[in-house]
């Protein structure tokens, strides 16, 4: 076996390298040694405490385990999995994924090998040439490794956004959930009023018969059950409406059936813990993305100031050649190359890039600002806004409480004949109405309690953490 073999002696080769490229050296690497960045954080305070506390302890478990119902539970599972929109977030952290491990892959060597058969026509015979390459670039100045460290924490930033997006979702669900209850009880509540009404005509009626009462009191009567009528047909709109909206979050049909007998308003919980506002921003998933992007965008500038900088690559190129396909591999030509390579003119691209990064930097700054803010109103408004419709809903009972009785009262007031019907059926609109004020109350309530919940959620771990 012969073995052909070019040797380079890297001292003398290095000494040449060196002579011949002193000069780039020292324009290039002199003029971005220049380069400073100085990004100033223009992080904003905060306030050292929420206007409204709560002593209840929270945990780190998905939100609605603690909302404690069960058949919720198993909705916002199935949704979870199957709704689309947020399978849609999560193929865009596989693009990040995918995104990263190929930034990785310059800190490894390139090697491509390849094999050629050719044949002599006039000869007829053939003649066979492999050859490898190898290359690998000396990261001397960071410039690969902070690019690598930028697609990295934009994967983390993504995983941040996926986990915003299922907080999101789960309480979409919830809230679309407890809609559509509230819709369905909406319809049985006014059935259900819709039937005394009914009722009430029938007597009224007889009443006029017999000369008991005047006409007027039979047709304001026939008018409160048109009404009635006309107010379900509404509510049977809303209830579908809500149906259809319910099943598309969780990836159904959104003709796909629904069991009714689950359809209860449960009773509020406690309220979570809410925590000191540093707190609140160390578990929130969109304030970390948020903060991650600013590491992420500094990165990325200082791949942009580095690519400045000249590059040293190493190479390495193999060849053999051969009559037979056997013997192909048994004598080699090798070759060791380095070279340095870096730019002198290039229209000033890469200055305007840095800008560019400096620039995206400031951005992702003032962004986590606008993100820490807006989470801590959220948080303010979600805590006013369940204070203020606990109180509402308590005036609500009280009304429709007093509101009965009123309607007793009146009604025995008419049979004595001590007032006309007029009263009667303002305080009978006047009860009913409360008894679906209060139904939209708790639900609004439950609402309200399930925005606290989100706006507190630091998202939980994914499959694969």
């Known amino acids: 076996m012969r ?32 380069q400073q960045v100085e990004i100033d954080p223009l992080l904003l305070p905060v306030d050292a405490e929420f206007s409204q506390q709560s002593m209840m302890t929270a945990d780190q478990r998905p939100w609605w385990l603690n909302h404690g119902d069960p058949v919720l539970t198993s909705y916002i599972e199935e949704a979870l999995e199957n709704n689309q929109d947020l399978l849609v977030v999560y193929e865009r952290l596989q693009q990040a994924a995918a995104f990263r491990d190929s930034r990785a892959s310059a800190r490894w060597f390139a090697v491509d090998a390849g094999v050629t058969q050719q044949r002599d026509t006039d000869s007829g015979e053939d003649s066979y040439r492999g050859s490898v390459d190898a290359s690998y670039e000396l990261d001397l100045w960071g410039r690969v490794a902070a690019s690598v460290e930028d697609a990295s924490l934009q994967y983390r930033a993504q995983r941040f956004d996926y986990q915003t997006a299922a907080v999101t979702l789960s309480a979409e669900v919830a ?15 006014l059935e259900k009023q819709l039937e005394a009404n009914i009722k009430r005509l029938e007597v009224i009626d007889l009443r006029f018969k017999s000369g008991s009462v ?54 509020i919980a406690d309220r979570p813990e809410t925590g000191l506002p540093l707190e609140l921003l160390e578990r929130r998933a969109d304030v970390k993305s948020a903060w991650t992007s600013i590491n992420a965008s500094q990165s990325a500038l200082a791949a942009a100031i580095k690519d400045r900088y000249p590059r040293i690559s190493l190479g390495y190129h193999g060849e053999s050649a051969s009559a037979n396909s056997s013997d192909l591999f048994d004598s080699w ?44 109103e959220e948080v303010e408004k979600a805590l006013v806004n369940e204070q203020q419709q606990q109180l509402y809903l308590a005036s609500i009972s009280k009304q429709k409480a007093l509101a009965y009785f009123t309607l007793q009262r009146k009604q025995v007031y008419y049979h004595n004949g001590a ?8 305080a009978q609109n006047s009860a009913q109405e409360l008894e679906l004020q209060e139904l939209t109350a708790q639900r609004q309530l439950l609402s309200d309690r399930i925005e606290l919940y989100r706006v507190l959620s630091g998202g939980w771990p994914l499959a694969d953490e």
């Open 3 to 34: 073995v052909i073999t070019i040797k380079l002696f890297m001292g003398d080769f290095l000494k040449k390298l060196s002579c011949c490229g002193s000069m780039l050296l020292v324009l290039i690497v002199g003029g971005c040694s220049s």
């Open 175 to 189: 809230d679309s959930w407890y809609q559509w209850q509230e819709s369905l009880q909406r319809q049985r509540l």
């Open 214 to 267: 005047v006409i007027t009191d039979v047709s304001q009567q026939r008018q409160q059950v048109e009404s009635n009528r006309a107010k379900l047909t509404q509510v049977k709109a809303e209830e579908a409406n809500a149906r259809y909206r319910f099943n598309v979050l969780l990836g159904r049909s959104p003709n796909h059936a629904i069991n009714e007998s689950l359809a209860t308003l449960p009773a």
């Open 333 to 376: 030509l090798n070759q060791l190359t380095a070279s340095i390579i870096g730019p002198v003119i290039d229209g000033g691209q890469r200055r305007a890039e840095v800008r560019r990064q400096q620039a995206v930097v400031r951005e992702s700054v003032h962004h986590y600002n606008s993100v820490m803010l807006n989470a801590i």
């Open 419 to 426: 007032t006309n019907y007029l009263d009667v059926l303002t």
